[in-house]
């Protein structure tokens, strides 16, 4: 995944946590694709400042997902899921491959 999805996936699980001012200056930069320029303009401040916001939301997103690993498990997830349906697509369908996943998973949780 690219650099942008992950910093949407981590806003998306963790944005609540950022200040309104950070979140804002995010979703102009991000969502809204405008230059470091735009944003510092729409928030009635400087490049630096913006700049400044937009680096600690950064590093409180990451640090969320250091701490609680979330956005991780759930792509962690969706790869298992994505894999067991192509097993289970294929003519024949693999369901002892399929079962040694899943069986593999069920390890990994103990």
Do not use: C, K, N
Not at 29 to 58: F, I, K, N, Q
């Amino acid at each position: 995944m690219d650099q942008l999805g992950q910093l949407m996936m981590l806003y998306d699980a963790y944005g609540g946590h950022l200040t309104p001012r950070q979140r804002q200056a995010f979703a102009l930069r991000y969502a809204e694709d405008l230059s470091l320029a735009e944003v510092a303009a729409e928030l009635a401040t400087s490049r630096p400042a913006a700049a400044y916001l937009l680096r600690r939301a950064r590093e409180t997103l990451l640090r969320l997902e250091d701490q609680v690993g979330a956005v991780g498990r759930e792509s962690s997830e969706r790869q298992l899921l994505e894999r067991l349906a192509e097993l289970l697509r294929s003519e024949p369908a693999d369901l002892t491959a399929a079962r040694r996943l899943i069986e593999e998973r069920l390890r990994e949780g103990d």
